[in-house]
């Protein structure tokens, strides 16, 4: 049973990927780290002794804090981080009590490199549907939170991706993007090695919704109704993709907890 400054894996794994995820850092030694190159999904890799440095960014936030068993390192670290006012728990057994429950975990060799405020760049076309929404609500739930995402004339993907450093998604020829039958969205969980039951439902979802095969599930339609809804109420593709957040948030848990609930008229409670 957990501590009171402890978290475990069922619990945390109830938080990754909602809007309440606490902020994950990965305190693991290099050695440790090297070995076993995943990430917990939303985590970051910080230095054990220099957590101090995350003070001002982590304030009014609650932390959660692992490295390889969830012992001395995870422990100091997360005691400095509440020593500085950070509401900080420990994961209990670190990563291998994560990765050993058979949770899905992130491939490093695939995330891009951060610009100097810590932030991947993601650039792609104007005018956002449902791949250019589905696509950066995964990543900043489940790769990097503080994801910036760049919306541009489609003739200029490219160029800005070069000029800024940035990851070119859902164009064509670009790695993140449509394979075969499968759109961009399965293409990231795939890559990013994020193939757990919820998302591989809401990946349906989106691709029948994106490839206009609405057949795939009863869902599919509704998400493209929806989506084409939110593309007539935002002029500003950044204001439709924070609203677009909400909706696969709401996706995601009813994937996640409520398929099988069912709602009819009258209600079956004759008591209502």
């Given at each position: 049973m957990a501590s009171p400054i402890q978290i475990n894996v069922n619990q945390l794994k109830r938080l990754v990927g909602t809007p309440t995820s606490p902020v994950l850092i990965d305190?693991?030694?290099?050695?440790?780290?090297?070995?076993?190159?995943?990430?917990?999904?939303?985590?970051?890799?910080?230095?054990?002794?220099?957590?101090?440095?995350l003070v001002a960014s982590l304030h009014t936030k609650r932390?959660?804090?692992?490295c390889q068993k969830?012992?001395?390192?995870?422990?100091?670290a997360a005691a400095i981080l509440r020593a500085n006012g950070v509401a900080t728990e420990v994961?209990?057994?670190?990563?291998?009590?994560?990765?050993?429950?058979?949770?899905?975990?992130?491939?490093?060799?695939?995330?891009?490199?951060?610009?100097?405020?810590?932030?991947?760049?993601?650039?792609?076309?104007l005018r956002p549907k449902i791949d250019r929404l589905a696509c950066p609500w995964l990543i900043r739930r489940f790769v990097d939170p503080n994801a910036q995402f760049l919306f541009v004339a489609s003739s200029q993907?490219?160029?800005?991706?070069?000029?800024?450093?940035?990851?070119?998604?859902?164009?064509?020829?670009?790695?993140?993007?449509h394979r075969g039958e499968q759109c961009s969205f399965d293409t990231m969980i795939e890559e990013f090695g994020l193939t757990s039951e919820p998302l591989k439902k809401l990946a349906l979802i989106v691709r029948g919704a994106d490839t206009d095969n609405h057949g795939l599930t009863p869902e599919s339609a509704g998400l493209l109704a929806v989506s084409l809804g939110l593309s007539r109420m935002y002029a500003d593709d950044l204001a439709q993709?924070?609203?677009?957040?909400?909706?696969?948030?709401?996706?995601?848990?009813?994937?996640?907890?409520?398929?099988?609930?069912?709602?009819?008229?009258?209600?079956?409670?004759?008591?209502?």
């Amino acid at each position: 049973m957990a501590s009171p400054i402890q978290i475990n894996v069922n619990q945390l794994k109830r938080l990754v990927g909602t809007p309440t995820s606490p902020v994950l850092i990965d305190v693991r030694i290099d050695e440790d780290f090297n070995a076993d190159p995943y990430l917990i999904p939303g985590a970051k890799r910080h230095p054990f002794n220099d957590v101090e440095a995350l003070v001002a960014s982590l304030h009014t936030k609650r932390a959660v804090v692992y490295c390889q068993k969830g012992l001395k390192i995870s422990e100091g670290a997360a005691a400095i981080l509440r020593a500085n006012g950070v509401a900080t728990e420990v994961l209990e057994g670190g990563q291998f009590a994560w990765r050993d429950a058979g949770e899905p975990m992130v491939d490093v060799s695939k995330l891009p490199e951060k610009n100097r405020h810590g932030q991947s760049v993601w650039v792609t076309r104007l005018r956002p549907k449902i791949d250019r929404l589905a696509c950066p609500w995964l990543i900043r739930r489940f790769v990097d939170p503080n994801a910036q995402f760049l919306f541009v004339a489609s003739s200029q993907v490219e160029a800005v991706a070069e000029k800024f450093s940035a990851t070119p998604f859902d164009i064509e020829g670009a790695f993140w993007s449509h394979r075969g039958e499968q759109c961009s969205f399965d293409t990231m969980i795939e890559e990013f090695g994020l193939t757990s039951e919820p998302l591989k439902k809401l990946a349906l979802i989106v691709r029948g919704a994106d490839t206009d095969n609405h057949g795939l599930t009863p869902e599919s339609a509704g998400l493209l109704a929806v989506s084409l809804g939110l593309s007539r109420m935002y002029a500003d593709d950044l204001a439709q993709l924070d609203a677009g957040m909400l909706l696969y948030d709401a996706l995601y848990r009813w994937a996640r907890d409520a398929t099988d609930e069912r709602h009819n008229w009258p209600s079956a409670d004759k008591s209502l």
